[in-house]
């Protein structure tokens, strides 16, 4: 089977299937989540070959202790201001906290609202069998649906702590029969959270649809981080599967002590700076 490549050997505007060639490929997928149109356009640019709009912003944007608080009109709202930024990657959009549990027509009519009022390209549900008929309903709609199964943290009052699942017997069992309902419910691709890498690794090898994992090791087909998270902006939050690739809380904080330095000694802004 032949893969869209470009001559620089990356793939060209990713979708759905452009991750399915991926995994049979075995080529990584890439990606980070992105909540405004700066960090979007640069993830983008950098060559990221997916971008979540995650309701993760309910924590790093909005200041929030859990996703839970997240709307759907603010989950609409950032995905706007990331899909601008876009040309390359897949834009997928988190489908926050009470949009698609009470049934599979909310659900679906949730997940049609973000479709047509973005340009996201599919969207994003926590759970495992208890969401198979949303999302068969939504992606025989013909939109692209990503299942994340292991710590979900929409559960977080249900599980009572942010510890990794899948650690017993019966828990990697059940992981492993969700992440299969979901690929047969017709999911293009199942996020695996904090969960052992061997569990993640049977899953992985057990369905034909790719797996993104955020704390499964490195047996997954691919990898997605929380973007502040691995560029060091939320130097509170340093679980082991968060990797540092930058240290901008560092970086910010000594440009602002500059800033203000330069603004007091009347160095900024200086005869060039002026008119
Ligand atoms: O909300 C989010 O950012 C996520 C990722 C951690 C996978 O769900």
Redesign the pocket.
């Known amino acids: 089977m032949k893969v869209n490549m470009s001559v620089s050997g990356q793939f060209r505007k990713v979708t759905r299937k452009t991750f399915m060639l991926m995994k049979q490929k075995s080529v990584k997928i890439t990606a980070l989540?992105a909540y405004d149109f700066l960090t979007a356009q640069l993830l983008d640019q950098a060559g990221i070959d997916l971008i979540?709009v995650?309701?993760?912003l309910g924590n790093v944007f909005q200041g929030n202790e859990t996703?839970l608080p997240v709307t759907m009109d603010e989950m609409i709202y950032h995905t706007i201001a990331v899909t601008k930024g876009v040309q390359r990657a897949m834009v997928v959009t988190?489908m926050p906290f009470m949009s698609y549990q009470l049934s599979a027509d909310e659900a679906f009519r949730n997940a049609g609202r973000i479709m047509k009022e973005t340009s996201s390209g599919g969207v994003?549900i926590e759970g495992g069998e208890r969401v198979a008929d949303a999302i068969y309903k939504i992606t025989e709609a013909g939109i692209p649906v990503m299942g994340?199964i292991g710590l979900t943290p929409q559960s977080i009052h249900q599980f009572g702590s942010y510890k990794e699942r899948g650690t017993s017997e019966d828990e990697a069992a059940e992981l492993i029969k969700d992440a299969k309902i979901l690929e047969q419910a017709g999911a293009f691709s199942i996020?695996l959270?904090k969960i052992p890498a061997d569990v993640a690794k049977t899953i992985t090898e057990s369905i034909s649809i790719p797996t993104i994992g955020?704390g499964a090791g490195r047996f997954c087909d691919g990898q997605?981080l929380?973007t502040p998270d691995m560029l060091g902006l939320n130097k509170e939050f340093h679980p082991r599967f968060v990797r540092y690739y930058a240290q901008l809380a560092d970086s910010i904080d000594s440009a602002v002590k500059q800033y203000i330095n330069d603004i007091k000694s009347m160095d900024f802004p200086n005869d060039s700076e002026s008119y």
């Open positions: 989540t979540l995650g309701d993760s996703t988190d994003k994340h996020v959270e955020i997605i929380v």
